[in-house]
T-cell receptor, first 114, second 113 residues
Framework: QKEVEQNSGPLSVPEGAIASLNCTYS??????FFWYRQYSGKSPELIMS????GDQEDGRFTAQLNKASQYVSLLIRDSQPSDSATYLC??????????????FGQGTRLTINP | GAGVSQTPSNKVTEKGKYVELRCDPI?????LYWYRQSLGQGPEFLIY????????DSGLPNDRFFAVRPEGSVSTLKIQRTERGDSAVYLC???????????FGNGTRLTVT
């Protein structure tokens, strides 16, 4: 079983709709969760961090965490064509005290159709 | 600098050659990470430095890969006897401390022919 799993997509959403991206992880001890956006040929860019159960909102983005189900999601409201990118879920696996090892899923490719 | 800087941006080398990839982290960031990303995959963890020491090198695929950070700032990833399977984008990231989010550089695209 992979440590962080995402549906690779592609996920196609009409402009203005809500895009929903999902991620599951295997390590119950994980405490920090991140969503990165990666445009083609570019490096990952942090868009959301979430550390506790529930919702974390930032503008059009909402991250949701359910530690009991080991599930993280990202909602993008009022989707724009500029949101078309690959979205990477990342989970912090602490192996050594004071250190972090950020493990990424394979990413979900999102396309927003005008 | 304003962001994480990686050089070169592209490197083409022949199978069997030695390569060095350089990473200059954001000033003041104590934690530095190397990842490798193949096409269609998420970044794969290679090694993490806290200061000058490698705190976790569990992701290095074999002993042909080695990384250093002698003064706690710039890091160099070294690959000996390169193989075609080493072709990938090598990403460097830094963070203010071990618990802060990572900031990535633009990567070095390595092609082994």
């Amino acid at each position: 079983q992979k440590e962080v799993e995402q549906n690779s997509g592609p996920l196609s959403v009409p402009e203005g709709a809500i895009a929903s991206l999902n991620c599951t992880y295997s390590d119950r001890g994980s405490q920090s969760f991140f969503w990165y956006r990666q445009y083609s040929g570019k490096s990952p860019e942090l868009i959301m961090s979430i550390y506790s159960n529930g919702d974390q909102e930032d503008g059009r983005f909402t991250a949701q965490l359910n530690k009991a189900s080991q599930y993280v999601s990202l909602l993008i409201r009022d989707s724009q064509p500029s949101d078309s990118a690959t979205y990477l879920c990342a989970v912090n696996y602490v192996r050594v005290q004071g250190a972090q090892k950020l493990v990424f899923g394979q990413g979900t490719r999102l396309t927003i159709n005008p | 600098g304003a962001g994480v800087s990686q050089t070169p941006s592209n490197k083409v080398t022949e199978k069997g050659k030695y390569v060095e990839l350089r990473c200059d982290p954001i000033s003041g960031h104590t934690a530095l990470y190397w990842y490798r990303q193949s096409l269609g995959q998420g970044p794969e963890f290679l090694i993490y430095f806290q200061g000058t020491g490698a705190a976790d090198d569990s992701g290095l695929p074999n002993d042909r890969f080695f990384a250093v950070r002698p003064e706690g700032s710039v890091s160099t990833l070294k690959i000996q006897r390169t193989e075609r399977g080493d072709s990938a984008v090598y990403l460097c990231a830094s963070s203010l401390d071990p618990n802060s989010p990572l900031h990535f550089g633009n990567g070095t695209r390595l092609t082994v022919t």
